[in-house]
């Protein structure tokens, strides 16, 4: 039997909000042995969101974790998907001692392999996200399978110049650090968080997807869909 994949996923009522999910759960309904973590930014749950989740047959949780005003406001930077993803933590932290945390957001691309590849870890295992900035590429950079830095189109003075959809931890590795949560602190999220988790070094990184040579997740972004009221006639 293997270990379970716990999928936290932030989502948020839009106009792509449906297509993005319907995409997600027919990649996750190839994948044995997952947990859903569907975690909605709204006040109340969506009745069409909980639809698409009951016929899915995915094991799934739906929550809600609305992003605090205060946050909401700085329209500059919104730390998006935070409170969705601590919510997930914590939901873990309450239901589960074993098992592998992955953080999936609604909109990327995710290959069948990368769920082979994460339910490997043993700790804390990193690999490639395509399409992550004006590089295309966030990635671990190997030699002879060996980590020896980061490649990241915005370093901004981290140490973990990697996004979330580049590492998975295990649910072990997490719970050894009660008191780590995601910061509301845009661009800052997953350093900080990573920060937080119980001190490990470069060396103790697990470079999965064929020692980082290999792209099993994009970090691909939907174009929005701008509805008008403009009527058109039809003749
Ligand atoms: N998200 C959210 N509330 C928001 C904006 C985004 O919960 O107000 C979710 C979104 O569904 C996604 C994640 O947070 O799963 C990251 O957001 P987005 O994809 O817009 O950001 P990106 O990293 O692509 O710029
Ligand atoms: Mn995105």
Same mark, same amino acid.
């Given at each position: 039997?293997?270990?379970?994949?716990?999928?936290?996923?932030?989502?948020?009522?839009?106009?792509?909000?449906?297509?993005? /999910?319907? &995409?997600?759960?027919?990649?996750?309904?190839?994948?044995?042995?997952?947990?859903? /973590?569907?975690?909605?930014?709204?006040?109340?749950?969506?009745?069409?969101?909980?639809?698409?989740?009951?016929?899915?047959?995915?094991?799934?949780?739906?929550?809600?974790?609305?992003?605090?005003?205060?946050? &909401?406001?700085?329209?500059?930077?919104?730390?998006?998907?935070?409170?969705? &993803?601590?919510?997930?933590?914590?939901?873990?932290?309450?239901?589960?001692?074993?098992?592998?945390?992955?953080?999936?957001?609604?909109?990327?691309?995710?290959?069948?392999?990368?769920?082979?590849?994460? &339910?490997?870890?043993?700790?804390?295992?990193?690999?490639?996200?395509?399409?992550?900035?004006?590089?295309?590429?966030?990635?671990?950079?190997?030699?002879?399978?060996?980590?020896?830095?980061?490649?990241?189109?915005?370093?901004?003075?981290?140490?973990?110049?990697?996004?979330?959809?580049?590492?998975?931890?295990?649910?072990?590795?997490?719970?050894?650090?009660?008191?780590?949560?995601?910061?509301?602190?845009?661009?800052?999220?997953?350093?900080?968080?990573?920060?937080?988790?119980?001190?490990?070094?470069?060396?103790?990184?697990?470079?999965?997807?064929?020692?980082?040579?290999?792209?099993?997740?994009?970090?691909?972004?939907?174009?929005?869909?701008?509805?008008?009221?403009?009527?058109?006639?039809?003749?």
């Amino acid at each position: 039997e293997s270990l379970m994949i716990y999928v936290i996923t932030p989502t948020y009522k839009r106009p792509e909000q449906i297509p993005e /999910l319907t &995409r997600l759960s027919h990649t996750l309904r190839l994948v044995k042995n997952i947990t859903w /973590l569907v975690i909605d930014d709204a006040e109340s749950k969506s009745s069409v969101v909980e639809k698409l989740l009951n016929k899915s047959g995915i094991r799934y949780e739906y929550m809600l974790a609305p992003m605090p005003n205060e946050f &909401r406001s700085n329209k500059k930077y919104l730390p998006r998907g935070v409170s969705n &993803r601590n919510k997930g933590i914590t939901w873990i932290r309450n239901n589960a001692k074993t098992g592998i945390i992955y953080f999936a957001d609604d909109d990327n691309t995710y290959d069948l392999k990368l769920f082979e590849e994460i &339910r490997k870890t043993k700790k804390i295992s990193m690999f490639p996200v395509g399409l992550v900035t004006h590089l295309g590429l966030s990635t671990p950079i190997v030699k002879n399978c060996t980590f020896i830095g980061f490649y990241d189109g915005y370093y901004a003075g981290r140490k973990y110049p990697v996004d979330f959809a580049g590492f998975a931890i295990s649910v072990e590795f997490l719970l050894k650090s009660p008191n780590a949560t995601i910061p509301f602190k845009a661009g800052y999220e997953e350093d900080l968080f990573l920060k937080r988790l119980l001190p490990f070094s470069f060396g103790d990184i697990e470079l999965l997807a064929s020692c980082c040579t290999e792209i099993l997740v994009w970090h691909t972004q939907t174009k929005k869909n701008h509805p008008t009221r403009k009527t058109t006639m039809i003749k």
